[in-house]
């Protein structure tokens, strides 16, 4: 997914940039980078972080930067913060989302005869350059940004580092969250609101979808209101957000405790403990026991120092290496026991299927899963979460490519957790996991948990609307 961070302040900022940029890196771990402006011009660095952490790739770097405004992004996916010359003048610019018509706005470009982009591995396009290009085809920053945001078809959010202050933009709808803090001398904009507590800045606004904000060292102004529609990606609380962060005022480790809480009123088993797989699953685990006066126990704990997350890497084989090794079993506390699993989800259950079977290995009698969120039935078009090669790599639609044995099908049928298809899909992801049960969290549940209603909140992987 990717977040970012940016501050203009009356003095050195560099500092409160390189941690404010750091707490986001739960939302990637392929690039982070920083880019400052100074009166002597913009410095920028840009390193992989797919085998170590951020802090350590720019300590050295930051001791080589100073200046009073600048902008940071943990990225999953390009090499970003670009540096821009156009007749705006020059700036600095990093995007979170994903540009689906990508292709068509570049062939609309390549009209004027002038224009090139850059080519990533793969062949694509740099989503951000393409933005910047769509924000230099207009006569100020604020109108670039707005034909940025109209034109994309998908979710970008957005800040632009200039000579004078930053702009901070929503994407169109509000798919991914941009928030504003403020403290003395100092105003900063984030993904992350957790990224403020500990950098003393005071949550300040919750920028609304499509809105343009502009900061100066004189303080925030703004400079296009938000838009009325609202669909903020619901899988914010349910895995991606950290848990001291909150969208919308709404807290992510309180809607998890929820989360959890409704599992357990569904259920009704006899078990003998709690667990949640670490770590995004333990407040649902929480919530779960809580709710049914079940102990909770870690007979799954993760190695932290040195194993990041692992859903992450492009690789598949590295994913599932990375997810074997950094959960430890701790036998005493599973072996002749039935075990209950609260888990954020189920995406394509590669990794799960080898965890499950290392609970029965270790002595689990049964062991029983409950994700917090439906079944993911349709890949993300909005964030990149999910964006495998083919939908078919997720457990929900294999399980229905086996169950229908033909492409030829209507996929609502499956998205009704009272019908007999949704049932039989159940019980095929259950099956290949080899759980002794499994039962997913209800799409008006979850909705319930986050206080929103539901057409303001992003469902599309679960139910296809959009």
Known sequence: ???????????????????????????????????VKSQEGFTRFIRNIENSQFRSKFEDDIKKMFGNKGIGIISDYEDQPLLIRSHLGDYAIVTVGVINNANKIAKKIFGNQYTHFSEMSGGEINPTELTATLIN?????EDGIRNAQE?????????????????????????????????????????????FPNLDFELTKYIGPGEIIFISEDGVEQKYPPGKNLQICAFLWVYYGYPASSY????????????????????????DLVAGIPDSGTAHGLGYASEAGIPFQRPFVKYTPTWPRSFMPQNQKIRDTVAKMKLIPIRELMENKKLLFCEDSIVRGTQLQ??????FDAGALEVHMRPACPPLTYGCKFLNFSRSRSELDLAARRAIKELEGEDDYNLEDYSNADSEKYNAMINKIRQRLKLTSLKYQKLEDLITAIGLPKDKLCTYCWDGVE
């Not at 085809?137 to 920053?141: G, T």
């Not at 080898?354 to 609970?359: E, G, K």
């Open 1 to 35: 997914m990717g977040g970012l961070f940016g501050i203009v302040s009356k003095k050195d900022c560099i500092s409160d940039l390189f941690y404010g940029t750091d707490y986001h890196s739960h939302l990637g771990t392929k690039r982070g980078g920083l880019a």
């Open 248 to 271: 919308e005022n709404i807290n992510v480790e309180k809607v998890r405790y929820k989360c959890g809480a409704f599992l357990a009123k569904n259920d009704h088993l006899r078990i």
């Open 137 to 141: 085809q207009e006569a100020s920053f």
């Open 151 to 195: 034109s994309i078809e998908g979710s970008c959010s957005l800040l632009v580092l200039t000579d004078k202050g930053i702009y901070a933009a929503r994407d169109r709808l509000g798919r991914t969250p941009v928030v504003l803090g403020e403290k003395e001398d100092s105003f900063a904009a984030s993904s992350e609101s957790c990224a």
């Open 354 to 359: 080898d965890a499950i079977q290392r609970l």
